[in-house]
């Protein structure tokens, strides 16, 4: 395919689409992957939710099915201190559930953790020279950001505002994400954590792209060639797309997960901070409504979710994440290849 009207970002990182499979943990395996590259995309496996073991073996067999180029994604956040207070707060705002459930409320809370990229995760990095590395929530210290640039990585990272935007250009980045306030899973904010100033896709692209002189990306309800094309009309030189491949076979979303995709109202999306500890965009489901989908009460990241597990183990769809962004209606089921070339199709045809 050729005639897109901006080629920075595929010159930039060797593709032959300007569409990225978005880095979604625990939902993106490496057949999505797989899937996605072959089919001209850029195609990203994250890695916050994974060992270091399962890390390399998911690379390897990314690696063994082709040159492609491909994304690893990484979380930046810093480890949060102890709080034995806020932890035990928390838990006791959730005993009702644990009573009705009949979970076992003086058992050990279980560990919910995410891994922030640190040594070990960089000599992965070194090991396998992915063509491009991104991250969630800025940047990781400077010495590791070298060697990441040194393996020949493209470095990417996501922006929820434009003064996060520049911050980004201003560290190294070659190229910055975007990300719309309609845009499911974490939010990448990093320079605050004031939900209440966050931006729109439409509204946050054009100013980024005026802000800085890298390739933008746009990520955030987009689910269709028309907003591909809007995508380019507002300045972005490719898309990031996440929550339509949750509807492909390769991801590995729970049977909830994917009742709750197929059936959730367009309108049936929250931000909130109940699952990790840091805003998440999901669809609503009983413990967001009845505690509220941001509860002052919850653990820092990533400790909420401890804490949930055994609820979501009596009652999944009522207490788990159902990571989604505001353009499910969009979704449709196909393979993750065919979704790829469809939506370039369609949005090169729209493009005349």
Same mark, same amino acid.
């Given at each position: ?11 930039? /990182? ?19 992957? *797989? ?10 496996? +994250? ?11 998911? /690379? ?40 009705? @459930? ?31 590395? #991104?991250?969630?929530?800025? @940047? ?36 910055? *994400? ?5 845009? !499911? !899973? ?19 692209? +054009?100013? *980024? ?10 990520? !955030? ?19 990031? *797309? ?31 901070? @109940? ?6 965009? !999901? ?58 070339? #469809? ?10």
């Amino acid at each position: 395919m050729s005639s897109w009207p901006d080629t920075r970002i595929l010159d930039l /990182l060797g593709i032959e689409l300007p569409i990225i499979q978005a880095p979604m943990a625990g939902a993106t395996t490496a057949a999505m992957v *797989i899937a996605a590259n072959q089919a001209g995309a850029l195609g990203s496996m +994250p890695a916050a939710a994974l060992s270091v073991e399962q890390l390399r073996e998911a /690379l390897t067999s990314i690696r063994q099915a082709g040159s492609q180029p491909l994304n690893v994604n990484f979380f930046c956040h810093q480890p949060p201190e102890a709080d034995a207070a806020r932890d035990r707060r928390w838990k006791e705002l959730l005993e009702p559930y644990y009573r009705e @459930l009949g979970a076992d409320f003086d058992a050990p809370t279980p560990v919910s953790n995410r891994a922030p990229f640190n040594e070990a995760a960089c000599q992965v990095v070194e090991a396998f020279r992915p063509e491009v590395v #991104s991250f969630h929530f800025g @940047l990781p210290e400077k010495s590791l950001l070298d060697r990441v640039k040194a393996s020949g990585a493209k470095v990417l990272s996501s922006a929820t505002t434009v003064e996060e935007a520049i911050w980004l250009e201003q560290h190294g980045c070659d190229a910055i *994400i975007a990300m719309g306030l309609e845009a !499911g !899973g974490h939010r990448g904010m990093f320079l605050s954590d004031d939900l209440n100033t966050q931006i729109g896709l439409f509204a946050l692209v +054009p100013q *980024i792209v005026d802000a800085v002189s890298v390739p933008v990306i746009a990520a !955030g309800g987009i689910g269709d060639a028309r907003g591909i094309v809007a995508a380019f009309a507002l300045g972005a030189s490719a898309v990031q *797309i996440g929550t339509a491949y949750l509807f492909t076979p390769e991801a590995t979303v729970s049977a909830s997960h994917r009742h709750a995709l197929r059936h959730a109202q367009a309108s049936e999306t929250a931000l909130t901070n @109940l699952f990790t500890g840091r805003p998440a965009r !999901g669809i609503v489901n009983r413990v967001m409504r009845e505690l509220g989908p941001i509860n002052p009460k919850a653990p820092a990241f990533p400790l909420a979710g401890g804490a949930l597990m055994p609820l979501k183990a009596k009652d999944e769809s009522g207490f788990s994440n159902l990571w989604s962004g505001q353009a499910l209606r969009l979704g449709r089921e196909t393979s993750a290849y065919e979704l790829t070339r #469809s939506l370039a199709e369609q949005a090169l045809a729209k493009l005349g």
